[in-house]
């Protein structure tokens, strides 16, 4: 039987061999495309994120605040956020530019996908820049810092 064995590995072993290293090598590159894609996918998705928080916060700063300061309740119309919404959607496009607005493009799919995900994101960063409402707890007193010994 070992006879037999040794016969079969020296006939077809390197096919065999051949073929794993193949299908090894198959696994290894579709890991490789898929881990470089989903890191693609996510430098893409920060970018623009990133981008549409510095839109909000550039608009709020010279945009909102003096629309803001010149109403009597210090508050913005519905109007008025929508065309806040609307410029920083246009800052982040400015900001992203023709490719990085390209490869999102790619990365959310055809049509409005993009203005979508702009505005459902410029909804969110507007939202974290507004201050935290008041917590069912106090606020807890800063602790002093303990010095350090030498």
Not at 20 to 25: E, K, R, S, W
Not at 40 to 62: D, I, S
């Amino acid at each position: 039987m070992s006879d037999a064995l040794l016969t079969l590995f020296g006939d077809h072993g390197p096919t065999v061999l051949a073929w794993l290293l193949a299908l090894l090598t198959g696994v290894l590159v579709r890991y490789v495309w898929v881990k470089v894609g989903n890191e693609y996918v996510r430098g893409v998705l920060e970018r623009a994120w990133q981008e549409v928080k510095a839109a909000v916060a550039e608009v709020a700063q010279v945009y909102a605040d003096a629309l803001k300061a010149a109403n009597k309740d210090g508050k913005l119309t519905d109007r008025e956020k929508a065309e806040a919404k609307n410029l920083a959607i246009e800052v982040a496009k400015s900001n992203l530019g023709k490719k990085g607005l390209a490869a999102l493009a790619r990365i959310l799919g055809a049509g409005d996908a993009v203005e979508k995900w702009l505005g459902n994101k410029v909804e969110a960063a507007v939202k974290s820049l507004k201050p935290a409402t008041a917590s069912a707890l106090p606020p807890q007193p800063a602790q002093p810092r303990a010095k350090l010994r030498r």
